[in-house]
């Protein structure tokens, strides 16, 4: 097929390209960055449909819309571009003021001018040309090729593992923050991103204090403001010149960078010129040293090496005609140019020798420089091997024309200064977007480029020890060659080639640096992963980060006040070193999951040498700064925590969510070996949550103490059940688990959210009970709702649902927390300033009822209650015994509880329990009949009527009133309701009646007296009533039914098992409110319902009689193990 799929971003038409093709445009997100998925899939295109009527493929017709034609999808990927907006076009479209963009056409670029130069221009830079003598000088030869060949090689292993994450698919414009961000998740590369943009910007700040040293120490020294008055005092007035200087060459070079991009960019080949002819100048002058070395002299008194600033013959006397008088030599040691004058003991002893400052290669010299010459700070440099007669005095005077060192030097300290000189790397993979062949260039690109600047570092190290004096490459400043650049006394064909050439090379890249830094900072604010930060992604009309600059140019203040190069330039090793390090990682993380994604078009890799290159930028980051490198990583723990906590989420497929999954797989695996020890053992929670019409969460108060329970710790699961078929309700389903996920996240409830669909709730929730959880992670106790609704005649299937789930849940040996009054529950925000949490423990459960208090009691909303247990003694038991047993247990449990034990001695059973037995038994026999036919319910209800004629006892006939009422609302809904409802309540107390908070269809109130006054309701429906009507001409009165209940009651046919059940049931929850009333939560012993299903009906009265009056209560039922232990 010859037609083109392309999609295009909102409705701009598709620009295009020189050959006339559509150029797909890349699908914008909500935060305005392009998309990293395919921009072929789940196209909504209109016009591509229409391209397939009629076509071969009609039996795919239906699909195309998500499922596009592989000729269209390959055409696309072929054209497919991802080219940031570049400098240049936004130049362009300034200049156009606001025209529209015509799409720019960019020149792509080779390996050789796309990776290679850039590199070179990024690696050499001021370190090169004004430390890299002085580190010799001191560390010597052996130490020096050392220290750069473990610097070369940690990057040459970046390079390597860098190369394949930018072979690993299409790279856009990003660098090392996108490969970071995508291969180790938004966390780490927020973390590693802003550290590698604050070790660019201090690396400007490095550049401009570079290019300032140049300017006042071998350009321009008048220029200095600061003077100092004795020799004391230099270092201070030094630092106050790069100061003042460095702060006017930053606002410079950010004013430079502000206006137009597009200079800095045209003049980078002219500072990769200068960098390329000072290199070549430094071998040029190696080579003609070796037979023709250049003439600079040194003036040594003794061993001591001379300042040249001061005297300009190196002798101590003078012949002036015919009179020999102290030269300027003379005049700075002694008090006059007299020779009878006073002189310095060691002027005095020693003589004044002149040698060449370059002896040449072929000198020899290089075994004198092989080892390291460590000084501390303030030490005079003194030439090895030459003896000298010491003074008696070895003070030393400051203000004598000696030279110095500068401060203390050691090994690491040296390999923090070194280390920005091979730093750049990235350089090649910041401009992927701008490659003609990105999965090509970059690593052939940088790799070539480090192995070229590792070659030239290399040889510099051993070509500096062969030709150049040591005390003058100790000579950090070329005080002793007349304070010319040490590497530019070897140049060829002069010094000032080196110092022109050092000069525009750091100003070169201290404009690349602010020029890079602010648009790093852009990228990382426009994925907004850190919320902060995102007012830095904004910039001006053509997108240039006019914030990100500003912050920019201040954190680079920072290191311009610091104000010494020694100082900066292991801040910046650092980050680097940071970010190079988690380049590493990102490779051997991938490489070690074996991700399917993960096919690098660069082979040359090995997981083993990622992990070395991690390890040793680790080992350099300690090595160079061990505080620095402390501060790096609590700066970068910091801001990953806080992307963790406060970032935006963001699906990259990254790395990281892969080893989670494999360490998750490994702990699954590992906990499959057995059942948890009680001492780990933990409620690991499945909470069932039912929702509304809306999918919305009708008790949200269940997972407010949900996280009161769990604080966090182990595993929750919030569960639901949807009627239906999940192919009919996936939107239901997906609404609701939108909806209880806010809801957990609100509440602060730490774990997964599973909706499920079937048929009917009783299945449901024996499938989520069945299913929920994975391997050894599953829930063990279930938390659930009361249902309020059970005596509903709407709602008759809930409360065997509910006794159901009891059943199943002891058969699957999971414990059950059964929240009654859930709607009383405290919110997170509330607080308990006093109160009790009182534990009835019954029966044994294996310590559900200890634990339970204890794990609540953590919680902020429950810590200021007390715990109290009750227990229940019988006639049989000693009381006394028991308090005693129980509170030596609890403090083997290391639990703090008040202890009580009940008394309960045996009774007769009253009246008003064979009463509320009695209503009980009749109301299950009406719950029975609600699936019946209409036939059968009516001879159920004559025959319910008939057995209530001889069973109810009244003790004031008088006050018996039989209440006949029609429901308003099934007026006229005979058609729609044709089976009757039938509902008998015995009411025996209605001025006392009260509904139980949170019930709300609750109607009926048991009696307080037994000589209460008592009335029956009798509800018909409408269309009943219409037939008894019609059946009988004469209407029902209450006086005529009234007879039917004044016969004398017969309790002896109620069920034995029911009376001592409700007997139990009544003296419990007598006690259980006299002590208990006033408690803020009240636990205790659920019992199992009967083994019989016959009796089902009665079990949820028994519990609602259990737990009359008590406003939160939790039944707990165990899961059939112990969960707590007195042993360590």
């Given at each position: 097929?010859?037609?083109?799929f392309?999609?295009?971003?909102?409705?701009?038409?598709p620009s295009r390209?020189?050959?006339g093709d559509?150029?797909?445009?890349?699908?914008q997100?909500?935060?305005g960055?392009?998309?990293e998925?395919?921009p072929?899939?789940?196209?909504?295109?209109?016009?591509?449909a229409k391209e397939?009527?009629?076509?071969?493929?009609?039996?795919?017709?239906?699909?195309?819309?998500?499922s596009?034609?592989?000729?269209?999808?390959?055409?696309g990927?072929?054209?497919?571009?991802?080219?940031p907006?570049g400098?240049k076009e936004h130049?362009?479209?300034?200049n156009?003021?606001?025209?529209?963009k015509?799409?720019?056409k960019a020149t792509r670029?080779?390996t050789f001018?796309g990776v290679?130069?850039p590199c070179l221009?990024?690696?050499?830079?001021v370190i090169?040309?004004?430390r890299?003598?002085?580190?010799v000088g001191?560390?010597?030869?052996?130490e020096?090729?050392?220290?750069?060949?473990?610097?070369?090689?940690?990057t040459?292993?970046t390079a390597?593992?860098?190369s394949?994450?930018?072979?690993?698919?299409?790279?856009?414009?990003?660098?090392?923050?996108?490969m970071?961000?995508?291969?180790?998740?938004?966390?780490?590369?927020g973390?590693?991103?802003?550290c590698?943009?604050l070790?660019?910007?201090f690396?400007?700040?490095?550049y401009?204090l570079?290019t300032i040293?140049i300017?006042?120490?071998?350009?321009?020294?008048?220029?200095?403001?600061?003077?100092a008055e004795?020799?004391a005092?230099?270092?201070?007035a030094?630092l106050n010149?790069?100061?003042v200087?460095?702060?006017?060459v930053l606002?410079?070079?950010?004013?430079v960078?502000f206006?137009g991009?597009?200079y800095?960019?045209k003049?980078a080949?002219?500072?990769?010129?200068?960098?390329?002819l000072?290199?070549?100048?430094?071998?040029?002058?190696?080579?003609?040293?070796a037979?023709?070395?250049p003439?600079?002299?040194i003036c040594?008194?003794?061993?001591?090496?001379?300042s040249?600033?001061?005297?300009?013959?190196?002798?101590?006397v003078?012949?002036?005609?015919n009179?020999t008088?102290?030269?300027?030599l003379?005049?700075?040691?002694?008090s006059?140019?007299?020779?009878?004058?006073?002189?310095?003991?060691?002027?005095e002893l020693?003589?004044v020798?002149?040698v060449q400052?370059?002896?040449g290669?072929?000198s020899?010299?290089i075994?004198?420089?092989?080892?390291?010459?460590y000084?501390?700070k303030g030490?005079?440099?003194?030439?090895t091997g030459?003896s000298?007669?010491p003074?008696?005095?070895?003070?030393?005077?400051?203000d004598?024309?000696?030279?110095?060192s500068d401060?203390t030097?050691y090994?690491?300290l040296?390999v923090?200064?070194y280390?920005?000189s091979v730093?750049?790397?990235?350089?090649?993979?910041?401009?992927?977007?701008d490659?003609?062949?990105?999965?090509?260039?970059?690593p052939?690109?940088t790799?070539?480029?480090?192995?070229?600047?590792?070659?030239?570092?290399?040889?510099?190290v051993?070509l500096?020890g062969?030709?150049?004096?040591?005390?003058?490459?100790?000579?950090k400043?070329?005080?002793?060659v007349?304070?010319?650049?040490?590497v530019g006394?070897?140049?060829w064909?002069?010094?000032w080639?080196?110092?022109f050439?050092?000069?525009?090379?750091t100003?070169g890249?201290?404009?690349?640096s602010l020029t890079g830094?602010p648009?790093?900072?852009?990228a990382?604010s426009r994925?907004?992963i850190?919320p902060f930060?995102?007012?830095f992604?904004?910039g001006?009309a053509n997108?240039?980060?006019?914030?990100a600059l500003?912050l920019?140019?201040?954190i680079?203040?920072?290191?311009?006040?610091?104000?010494?190069l020694?100082?900066?330039?292991p801040?910046l090793s650092?980050?680097f070193?940071m970010?190079y390090m988690f380049v590493?990682?990102?490779c051997?993380v991938?490489?070690l999951?074996r991700?399917p994604?993960?096919?690098?078009r660069f082979?040359y890799?090995?997981?083993?040498?990622?992990f070395?290159?991690?390890?040793?930028c680790l080992?350099?980051?300690?090595?160079?700064?061990?505080?620095?490198?402390l501060?790096a990583m609590?700066?970068?723990g910091?801001?990953?925590k806080y992307i963790?906590?406060r970032?935006?989420?963001k699906?990259?497929?990254?790395?990281?969510?892969?080893l989670s999954?494999?360490?998750?797989r490994?702990?699954l695996?590992?906990?499959e070996e057995?059942q948890?020890h009680?001492?780990n053992w933990?409620?690991?929670?499945l909470?069932?949550v039912?929702?509304d019409?809306?999918q919305?969460?009708?008790?949200?108060?269940?997972?407010?103490?949900?996280n009161?329970?769990k604080?966090?710790k182990?595993?929750?699961i919030?569960?639901?059940?949807?009627e239906?078929t999940f192919?009919?309700?996936?939107?239901?389903?997906?609404?609701?688990?939108e909806?209880i996920?806010?809801?957990?996240e609100a509440?602060?409830?730490?774990?997964?959210?599973?909706v499920?669909t079937?048929?009917?709730?009783?299945?449901g929730v024996s499938?989520?009970?069945q299913?929920?959880?994975?391997g050894?992670l599953?829930p063990?106790?279930?938390l659930v709702?009361w249902?309020?609704?059970w005596?509903s005649?709407?709602?008759?299937?809930?409360w065997r649902?509910?006794?159901?789930?009891?059943?199943?849940t002891?058969?699957?040996h999971?414990?059950?927390?059964?929240?009654k009054?859930?709607a009383?529950?405290?919110?997170?925000?509330?607080r308990?300033?006093e109160?009790h949490?009182?534990?009835?423990w019954?029966?044994?459960?294996?310590?559900?009822?200890?634990l339970?208090?204890f794990l609540?009691?953590?919680h902020?909303v429950?810590?200021?209650?007390?715990m109290r247990?009750f227990t229940?003694?019988?006639?049989d038991?000693?009381?006394?015994q028991?308090?005693?047993d129980?509170?030596t247990?609890?403090y083997?449990l290391?639990?703090?509880?008040?202890?009580?034990?009940v008394?309960?001695h045996?009774?007769d059973?009253?009246?008003y329990t064979?009463?509320k037995?009695?209503?009980?038994?009749q109301?299950?026999?009406?719950?029975?009949?609600?699936h019946?036919t209409?036939t059968?319910r009516e001879?159920?209800i004559q025959s319910?009527?008939?057995?209530s004629?001889?069973s109810?006892r009244?003790?004031n006939p008088?006050?018996?009133?039989?209440?006949?009422?029609?429901?308003?609302e099934?007026?006229g809904?005979?058609e729609?309701k044709?089976?009757?409802e039938?509902q008998l309540i015995?009411?025996?107390?209605?001025?006392?009646?009260?509904?139980?908070p949170?019930?709300?269809?609750?109607t009926?109130?048991?009696?307080e007296a037994?000589?209460a006054p008592?009335?029956?309701?009798?509800?018909?429906?409408?269309?009943?009533?219409?037939e008894?009507?019609?059946?009988s001409q004469s209407?029902?009165?209450p006086?005529s039914?009234?007879?039917?209940?004044?016969?004398?009651?017969?309790w002896e046919?109620?069920?034995?098992s029911n009376v001592?059940?409700?007997?139990?049931a009544?003296r419990?929850n007598?006690?259980i409110?006299k002590?208990?009333?006033d408690a803020?939560?009240?636990?205790l012993?659920m019992p199992?319902?009967?083994?019989?299903r016959?009796?089902?009906?009665?079990?949820?009265?028994?519990?609602?009689?259990?737990?009359?009056?008590?406003d939160r209560v939790?039944l707990v039922r165990?899961g059939?193990?112990?969960?707590?232990?007195i042993?360590s």
């Amino acid at each position: 097929m010859s037609r083109r799929f392309t999609v295009t971003a909102g409705e701009e038409p598709p620009s295009r390209q020189a050959g006339g093709d559509p150029s797909p445009t890349q699908v914008q997100a909500g935060d305005g960055n392009p998309k990293e998925s395919s921009p072929f899939i789940n196209s909504t295109d209109l016009e591509k449909a229409k391209e397939y009527d009629g076509k071969n493929m009609a039996l795919f017709e239906e699909e195309m819309d998500t499922s596009p034609m592989v000729s269209s999808l390959l055409s696309g990927l072929a054209n497919y571009t991802n080219l940031p907006q570049g400098s240049k076009e936004h130049e362009e479209a300034e200049n156009n003021d606001g025209a529209k963009k015509k799409p720019v056409k960019a020149t792509r670029m080779g390996t050789f001018m796309g990776v290679y130069l850039p590199c070179l221009q990024n690696i050499f830079g001021v370190i090169l040309f004004l430390r890299l003598t002085w580190v010799v000088g001191v560390s010597g030869i052996m130490e020096s090729f050392f220290m750069v060949f473990l610097c070369c090689s940690c990057t040459m292993l970046t390079a390597i593992s860098m190369s394949a994450i930018a072979t690993n698919g299409v790279v856009p414009a990003g660098g090392s923050y996108y490969m970071i961000s995508r291969s180790l998740g938004p966390e780490f590369g927020g973390a590693v991103g802003l550290c590698f943009y604050l070790g660019t910007t201090f690396a400007g700040a490095m550049y401009i204090l570079g290019t300032i040293e140049i300017l006042l120490a071998y350009l321009f020294p008048p220029m200095a403001i600061f003077k100092a008055e004795d020799a004391a005092g230099e270092a201070a007035a030094m630092l106050n010149n790069m100061r003042v200087y460095g702060t006017c060459v930053l606002s410079f070079m950010a004013t430079v960078v502000f206006v137009g991009v597009k200079y800095v960019n045209k003049f980078a080949l002219v500072f990769l010129g200068c960098v390329i002819l000072s290199i070549l100048a430094i071998y040029a002058g190696v080579i003609k040293s070796a037979f023709d070395p250049p003439t600079f002299p040194i003036c040594l008194l003794g061993n001591r090496t001379l300042s040249r600033h001061g005297f300009d013959v190196c002798a101590k006397v003078v012949q002036v005609g015919n009179e020999t008088i102290g030269s300027q030599l003379w005049e700075l040691f002694c008090s006059s140019r007299f020779l009878n004058a006073t002189c310095d003991e060691y002027f005095e002893l020693n003589n004044v020798t002149e040698v060449q400052g370059i002896p040449g290669a072929a000198s020899g010299l290089i075994q004198e420089n092989l080892w390291s010459s460590y000084m501390p700070k303030g030490i005079i440099i003194e030439k090895t091997g030459m003896s000298s007669v010491p003074p008696s005095d070895p003070a030393i005077d400051l203000d004598q024309p000696y030279v110095f060192s500068d401060m203390t030097s050691y090994f690491t300290l040296l390999v923090g200064i070194y280390f920005p000189s091979v730093t750049g790397i990235m350089a090649g993979s910041n401009r992927s977007g701008d490659l003609r062949d990105a999965q090509k260039s970059i690593p052939i690109g940088t790799i070539m480029a480090i192995a070229t600047t590792s070659a030239v570092y290399i040889s510099s190290v051993i070509l500096f020890g062969a030709c150049i004096e040591g005390v003058v490459l100790r000579d950090k400043f070329g005080e002793a060659v007349n304070g010319n650049l040490v590497v530019g006394t070897l140049a060829w064909p002069s010094p000032w080639v080196i110092v022109f050439g050092s000069f525009f090379s750091t100003c070169g890249a201290g404009l690349q640096s602010l020029t890079g830094a602010p648009r790093l900072l852009q990228a990382i604010s426009r994925d907004g992963i850190v919320p902060f930060l995102r007012v830095f992604g904004h910039g001006k009309a053509n997108g240039e980060p006019t914030w990100a600059l500003l912050l920019t140019a201040c954190i680079c203040e920072i290191g311009i006040l610091i104000a010494s190069l020694d100082e900066v330039a292991p801040i910046l090793s650092m980050f680097f070193l940071m970010c190079y390090m988690f380049v590493n990682l990102a490779c051997a993380v991938q490489t070690l999951l074996r991700t399917p994604n993960w096919r690098p078009r660069f082979r040359y890799y090995h997981w083993t040498l990622s992990f070395l290159g991690m390890s040793l930028c680790l080992a350099l980051m300690f090595i160079c700064s061990w505080y620095y490198a402390l501060v790096a990583m609590v700066i970068a723990g910091l801001i990953y925590k806080y992307i963790e906590y406060r970032g935006a989420e963001k699906e990259w497929g990254d790395g990281i969510r892969g080893l989670s999954l494999s360490a998750a797989r490994y702990a699954l695996l590992r906990l499959e070996e057995g059942q948890p020890h009680t001492k780990n053992w933990r409620p690991q929670l499945l909470v069932l949550v039912r929702v509304d019409q809306d999918q919305n969460v009708v008790h949200p108060q269940l997972l407010s103490f949900t996280n009161q329970l769990k604080a966090g710790k182990g595993l929750t699961i919030v569960g639901s059940v949807l009627e239906g078929t999940f192919l009919d309700n996936h939107p239901q389903v997906q609404r609701a688990e939108e909806s209880i996920l806010r809801l957990m996240e609100a509440e602060k409830v730490k774990g997964f959210c599973q909706v499920v669909t079937s048929s009917n709730i009783r299945d449901g929730v024996s499938n989520l009970i069945q299913s929920s959880g994975l391997g050894g992670l599953q829930p063990n106790t279930l938390l659930v709702g009361w249902p309020r609704n059970w005596r509903s005649k709407e709602d008759h299937q809930t409360w065997r649902n509910f006794i159901e789930l009891v059943r199943e849940t002891t058969a699957g040996h999971m414990a059950l927390l059964v929240a009654k009054n859930v709607a009383m529950f405290p919110a997170n925000t509330e607080r308990f300033s006093e109160g009790h949490i009182d534990v009835w423990w019954i029966v044994h459960d294996g310590g559900m009822l200890m634990l339970l208090p204890f794990l609540l009691r953590q919680h902020k909303v429950w810590r200021k209650c007390k715990m109290r247990i009750f227990t229940v003694a019988q006639m049989d038991d000693n009381s006394i015994q028991m308090k005693k047993d129980l509170t030596t247990f609890l403090y083997h449990l290391r639990i703090t509880a008040e202890v009580e034990v009940v008394e309960m001695h045996e009774s007769d059973i009253s009246a008003y329990t064979y009463e509320k037995t009695l209503v009980m038994e009749q109301r299950s026999q009406i719950l029975k009949q609600m699936h019946l036919t209409k036939t059968e319910r009516e001879r159920e209800i004559q025959s319910i009527t008939d057995e209530s004629r001889g069973s109810i006892r009244r003790k004031n006939p008088t006050n018996t009133r039989l209440h006949l009422s029609v429901p308003d609302e099934q007026v006229g809904d005979s058609e729609e309701k044709p089976e009757e409802e039938v509902q008998l309540i015995h009411d025996t107390n209605p001025t006392s009646s009260s509904q139980s908070p949170g019930d709300e269809t609750e109607t009926e109130a048991e009696p307080e007296a037994e000589a209460a006054p008592e009335k029956v309701h009798l509800t018909w429906t409408q269309e009943k009533v219409v037939e008894k009507n019609k059946a009988s001409q004469s209407p029902v009165s209450p006086e005529s039914i009234k007879d039917f209940f004044s016969m004398k009651p017969e309790w002896e046919t109620l069920n034995q098992s029911n009376v001592r059940r409700m007997h139990t049931a009544i003296r419990l929850n007598e006690a259980i409110v006299k002590k208990s009333q006033d408690a803020k939560l009240v636990l205790l012993n659920m019992p199992g319902p009967p083994r019989n299903r016959k009796g089902d009906e009665n079990y949820m009265e028994f519990l609602e009689v259990l737990t009359e009056h008590l406003d939160r209560v939790l039944l707990v039922r165990g899961g059939g193990r112990e969960v707590i232990t007195i042993y360590s």
